[in-house]
């Protein structure tokens, strides 16, 4: 089992800054892509970003493009969001996943981030 473990999430001013974290034990493995996905209030849960196990692949969805940076340190078994000029429509619960087998199996239980304006 993989346990994943949300955090950074919290309230900030239109504009400003967070980062997120999420923290990965027990069978973590290796060789596995990560995700961000977020979802708002009366919405489904969407993509916002995710990288491959060497970091050398990243994609992201469009509305976060250029203000969102996804990384992993795979020493400690965690990746990150580094969300910059965060948007009102930024607001939702943040959730990190973990891919096994071509689908993200593995889920946190998420972090919420509201943005002011």
């Known amino acids: 089992q993989v346990q994943l473990v949300e955090s950074g999430g919290g309230l900030v001013q239109a504009g400003g800054s967070l980062r997120l974290s999420c923290a990965a034990s027990?069978?973590?493995?290796?060789?596995?892509?990560m995700g961000w996905f977020r979802q708002a209030p009366g919405k489904e849960r969407e993509f916002v970003a995710s990288?491959?196990?060497?970091?050398?692949?990243?994609s992201y969805a469009n509305s976060v493009k250029g203000r969102f940076t996804i990384s992993r340190d795979n020493a400690k078994n965690t990746i990150y969001l580094q969300m910059n000029s965060l948007k009102a429509e930024d607001t939702a619960v943040y959730y990190c996943?973990?891919?096994?087998?071509?689908?993200?199996?593995?889920w946190g239980r998420g972090t919420q981030v509201t943005v002011s304006s």
């Open positions: 990288i491959s196990w060497s970091a050398g692949s990243t």
């Open positions: 996943a973990r891919e096994t087998g071509g689908s993200y199996r593995y």
């Open positions: 027990g069978r973590t493995g290796s060789s596995y892509a």
